[in-house]
């Protein structure tokens, strides 16, 4: 049984490396759906995965267009170590390459998208030997003008930015006011002369009337002693 299941694999392994067998070592990724305003650019993108080294001088990425309804399929873009895009048809002087092959992407840019554009954009990556995978769609939609969804993103964005650089011009307007009144307060503790305390009138009268009378007391009280006399109060 194991000696039927190696042989099995051995011939399995054996169509795969022949070509008889396809594998699938190619996945590309696209947004399933877009949505374009008339006359505006828009970059359909497009990224891949290889199981085998990239290599750019094999590598190929096709870019395909087929309409709603019954239309036939156009080209868009190819691209083979350069871009080559479409020389005549519906995107010529429209499509251009704004993908990197070493960084997996295999994206482009379609310009002025007409409404004719309305349809399904085919994204297709071979790196041999990876030649086998799924091919990327992207179905875009041309409408007139932003969605509803749209303008409420950029409103929201917009709105977000203001309040932000609101609140930091507030942080900075208080910080600057708060280190200009410490400022002030600090210049003015300099400058301020120091305050004299202010004597009470009546208190004053009453310590010179005491020093007065201790003065003359002392005063006749020497005299007395000088003529022998006894101490007169006063």
């Known amino acids: 049984m194991c000696v039927h299941r190696g042989y099995l694999f051995v011939l399995l392994s054996g169509l795969a490396a022949s070509g008889v ?7 590309v990724f696209t947004s399933s759906e877009m949505e374009a305003v008339n006359g505006t650019d828009v970059r359909l ?15 190929t990425v096709s870019w395909n267009f087929r309409p709603l309804g019954n239309g ?9 170590e350069r871009p080559y895009p479409p020389p005549e048809g519906p995107f010529r002087n429209r499509a251009k390459w704004a993908g990197d092959i070493m960084g997996r992407d295999a994206s482009i840019i379609v310009r002025d998208v007409k409404f004719t554009y309305n349809g399904t954009f085919t994204c297709q990556v071979k ?3 990876d030649v086998y995978g799924n091919v990327g769609e992207v179905k875009l939609t041309v409408v007139s003008r932003a969605s509803f969804s749209e303008i409420a993103v950029l409103a929201a964005a917009i ?8 609140t930091i011009l507030v942080i ?7 280190r200009r009144r410490r400022q002030e307060e600090e210049e003015a503790g300099i400058e301020e002369p120091p305050r004299r305390t202010r004597k009470d ?34």
Request: glycine residues 10%; contains cysteine; aromatic residues 4%.
């Open 21 to 27: 067998l396809p594998v699938s070592g190619m996945k």
């Open 45 to 59: 993108k497009c990224t891949f995965q290889s199981s085998s080294p990239i290599t750019t001088a094999t590598l």
């Open 72 to 80: 036939h399929l156009e080209s868009v873009f190819y691209y083979h």
């Open 127 to 129: 790196n041999p030997p």
């Open 159 to 166: 709105g977000g930015a203001i309040v932000l650089m609101v």
């Open 172 to 178: 900075v307007m208080s910080i600057r006011r708060c």
């Open 201 to 234: 009138p009546a208190v004053c009268d009453t310590v010179e009337t005491v020093v007065g009378r201790e003065g003359q007391r002392h005063g006749v009280g020497q005299e007395n002693r000088t003529l022998g006399l006894p101490p007169q109060s006063i």
